[in-house]
């Protein structure tokens, strides 16, 4: 099995910063690509920013310099550092990993979730 565990959600007021992080664990033989997305009331999920195992990022346009992905490919883990959070940032977000694990003596590759932590920019 694998579990995707995050922390870092909170309040904070426009302008402000937050810190997401998220762990990988479990029967992990490799992990691609690792990203963060959210979901608002109302609203589809959509992307937030992705980050390859060789450190290629991309974001949405709407976080375009204000929010910076890293990962730790050793601890498996991938972090997204938010600043100049606005009132439409306000959403559950999401850990993703697209990775390859070993199940049964098969190598598969899937997608896997986190629980989301709530992210609200109110003041």
């Known amino acids: 099995q694998v579990q995707l565990a995050e922390s870092g959600g909170g309040l904070v007021q426009p302008g402000g910063s937050l810190r997401l992080s998220c762990a990988a664990s479990g029967s992990i033989f490799s992990i691609n690509a690792m990203g963060w997305y959210r979901q608002a009331p109302g609203k589809q999920r959509e992307l937030v920013a992705a980050i390859t195992s060789g450190g290629r990022a991309n974001y949405a346009d709407s976080v375009k310099g204000r929010f910076t992905i890293s990962r730790d490919n050793a601890k498996n883990t991938v972090n997204l550092q938010m600043n100049s959070l606005k009132p439409e940032d306000t959403a559950v977000y999401y850990c993703?990993?697209?990775?390859?694990?070993w199940g049964g003596g098969i190598l598969s590759r899937n997608d896997y979730w986190g629980q989301g932590t709530q992210v609200t920019v109110s003041s």
């Open positions: 993703n990993a697209d990775l390859n694990r």
